[in-house]
């Protein structure tokens, strides 16, 4: 057997230091990019170590709300309200020459939520819950206990979808009132309500979306909370409760192109609310200020490009009864309304609640805009006739 030359085992030598090299290269290399990794995740693994478990929301996480919740399911009621609605049987001219102006009777019903907010009975809840259309409404309160108790109806404001309810009861479980001009958009908010008429006290959870929403339609005095926490048909009269535990709104409807629940849920302010209550177990009826003869347009910022406004606020007086008291002290159609006793009107949702909130018998002092130009008018406030009033 041939013995290899010098030359090539000096080769073979050569290319073993040269792998060996190599090995060594990609091996000190693993390591090197192991202890990396390891430098990279050690902040984040100490991070996740000190945030607190449950799920993420403000602050690292979300409020523990089960004590508030507890507390709160307790004052929130289901409502049923029937009452009886008469119609003729049939509007055929024939049938009614042979047989007479015959009337049908049948019951209506409706269902929804409330709210207790007084230890000795006080409910409220909207109008249109109580409200089915029909005379002679009966209505009973259903408490977390169960007890179901008939109900008084101390008063009903349909301007403001809310209704007062009296129960005979004591020591009743209350939610505190809160100032819902001090909500704040993303704040936690609960909403509480039995939806359907079948869950009851059921509790969802979102945020304040907006406030001051106004949606044509619902109410004339129209400022309501906006929240994604789900509400659905039954939850009308619940309660909307802030991270507090504080009563700030009342649950009154859904915005929905389907029906259903779409994340969009409206409530009356706790304010508004509250003065309403006030005014109904006071005189059963809202006494509102209004100046007659007048008809009013929202502003959009073409109308405010053509008449000259500055911008959109406001509200446009579209017609004016040459008769009326408005006719008198100046006001013309095309005007636009800009402030109300030095307040701006943001709109006519807010002309509205200022001109209800006014003193009747006052002299309201509006500037206004006309042909581009600023002007001042003094309107007398007279008393808007109540569409219900006090009903036992």
């Known amino acids: ?14 290319l073993l230091l040269v792998i060996a090299g190599l090995a060594f290269r990609v091996g000190a290399g693993l390591v090197n990019a192991s202890r990396e990794r390891q430098a990279e995740d050690a902040p984040a693994a100490a991070a996740q170590s000190s945030v607190p478990q449950g799920r993420p929301g ?18 929130v009621t289901s409502i049923t309200s029937t009452s009886t609605i008469r119609t003729p049987l049939s509007n055929d001219p024939f049938y009614r020459f042979f047989y007479g102006d015959r ?58 979808d809310l209704a007062v309810l009296k129960i005979e009861a004591r020591n009743l479980p209350t939610i505190p009132w809160g100032d819902s001009s001090k909500l704040k958009v993303a704040e936690w908010v609960l909403a509480i309500g039995n939806p359907f008429g079948v869950f009851s006290q059921t509790v969802t959870l979102g945020i304040v979306s907006a406030t001051g929403r106004s949606v044509e339609g619902l109410s004339a005095y129209e400022d309501f909370i906006q929240t994604d ?39 009356v302010p706790s304010n508004l609310v509250r003065q309403t209550m006030e005014e109904l177990i006071k005189n059963g009826v809202i006494r509102r200020g209004t100046v007659y003869g007048i008809t009013l347009q929202a502003m959009t910022a073409e ?22 008291q408005a006719a008198e002290s100046g006001l013309r159609p095309g005007d636009v309304i800009a402030t109300f006793n030095s307040r701006t009107i943001e709109g006519a949702s807010h002309f509205l609640r200022l001109l209800g909130a006014a003193e009747i018998g006052s002299t309201a002092t509006m500037a206004i805009i006309r042909d581009g130009r600023r002007a001042t008018v003094r309107v007398p406030i007279e008393e808007e006739q109540p569409t219900r009033g006090r009903r036992r």
């Open 229 to 267: 926490a789900a509400i659905n048909r039954g939850n009308s009269g619940g309660a909307l409760i802030n991270a507090r535990g504080e009563l700030v709104g009342i649950n009154s409807a859904i915005y929905s192109e389907t029906g259903g629940y779409q994340g969009i849920g409206l409530a």
């Open 303 to 324: 109308i405010a490009q053509q008449l000259g406004a500055p911008d959109a606020k406001g509200v446009l007086v579209t017609r004016v009864d040459p008769r009326s």
């Open 103 to 160: 009337i049908f009777e049948r019951q209506a019903q409706s269902l929804g939520s409330g709210v207790i907010v007084s230890a000795d009975g006080y409910v409220v809840t909207n109008n249109h819950v109580v409200d089915s259309g029909g005379s002679r409404p009966e209505v009973s309160v259903i408490l977390a206990d169960k007890r179901e108790l008939p109900a008084k109806i101390i008063g009903l404001d349909q301007q403001t």
């Open 1 to 14: 057997m041939k013995t290899a030359s010098p030359f090539m085992r000096r080769l073979i030598v050569v």
């Open 58 to 75: 403000l602050g690292g996480q979300l409020p523990d709300l089960t004590g508030i919740a507890e507390r709160a399911v307790s004052a």
